[in-house]
């Protein structure tokens, strides 16, 4: 019997909901999968360092990893109207010279600021410090930082902890590109080989659709692992960051991941792309 594929994803509700039906066995001729959970963080790091076998990562983190990871058609997030968020405790903040905590500083959430930051907050912002996704609110409500950048179901709890909405960079991007906003993408090692690397986008978008087909099925597994976020939040979560591109990229999901990474690679904030880097497999 082969060997479980090594895999890690986030413990968020669309990352869970996505792969429950793979992770679980019920994806028809899918390889088994052995799954590790982890913070955006980690996994983009996993990346670069070339471990496991699949990965859940930034888009933002393509430009360090493609020689090694192909970077797989479905199972990721795109979408509309649903960007990282910048959190202030007052309305209407100065972020020039501040600290702004951020989930990863190889993470697209990050990339889709600095690229806003550029022209929205004069002489730079200050410091920049790295948190787990979820100390971001409690260290912007608690004073720790000046602001920060989050994430997934944060756009739907940050009034609970009594912030108020700076910017939304997800509509930054849409305004001035037209395109999806990308922010999480599924590799796999390349040393796997083409077929193996077809079969596993197969059981990927097989996995999505089985999601689909039957939603409650994957409740108790995308609850449990939801960080005490309720169902209410949970569900608006995977309604916002499962869709179509998750099926498939297409061209739209392509064009915006290209935009992305070219348009950063123009002001110099991560290495340019070879011209078949997205190709699959």
């Known amino acids: 019997m082969a060997e479980p594929l090594r895999i890690a994803y986030s413990p968020c509700p669309n990352d ?3 792969f429950h039906a793979w992770a679980h066995g019920l994806v028809p001729g899918a390889p088994a999968l052995d ?30 990893v493609l020689r090694d990871y192909a970077l797989l058609p479905c199972g990721g997030a795109l979408g509309h109207g649903c960007g990282p968020l910048v959190l202030t405790r007052e309305p209407g903040a100065d972020l020039s010279g501040r600290t702004v905590a951020v989930p990863s500083e190889r993470s697209t959430a990050y ?8 022209t929205e907050v004069p002489g730079g912002v200050g410091r920049v ?31 609970d902890y009594g912030l108020h909405k700076l910017a939304d960079m997800g509509e930054h991007w849409e305004r001035t590109t037209g395109l999806p906003i990308p922010l999480g993408a599924i590799v ?49 979560h995977i309604g916002l960051y499962v869709n179509e591109f998750t099926e498939d990229l297409g061209e739209k999901g392509y064009a ?21 880097a997205l190709r699959f497999p």
């Open 256 to 276: 915006a991941v290209r935009g992305l990474l070219t348009r950063a690679a123009a002001e110099g904030l991560v290495p340019p792309l070879a011209p078949d």
């Open 16 to 18: 869970t909901f996505v």
């Open 188 to 236: 796999a090692r390349r040393s796997l080989g083409e077929e193996r690397l077809r079969e596993l986008a197969d059981a990927a978008r097989a996995s999505v659709r089985a999601a689909w087909d039957d939603p409650a099925a994957s409740r108790d597994y995308v609850l449990a692992h939801a960080q005490e976020m309720d169902a209410r939040v949970a569900d608006q």
């Open 129 to 159: 410090e790295v948190l787990p996704f979820h100390e971001i609110m409690p260290a912007v409500r608690d004073g720790r930082v000046d602001a920060g950048l989050v994430i997934h179901e944060a756009r739907f709890t940050y009034a």
């Open 35 to 64: 799954v590790t959970f982890a913070d955006i963080d980690v996994t983009n790091g996993m990346a670069e360092r070339g471990e496991l076998d699949v990965l859940k990562v930034s888009y933002a983190v393509l430009p360090w």
């Open 111 to 118: 990339l889709l600021f600095r690229l806003w930051a550029a």
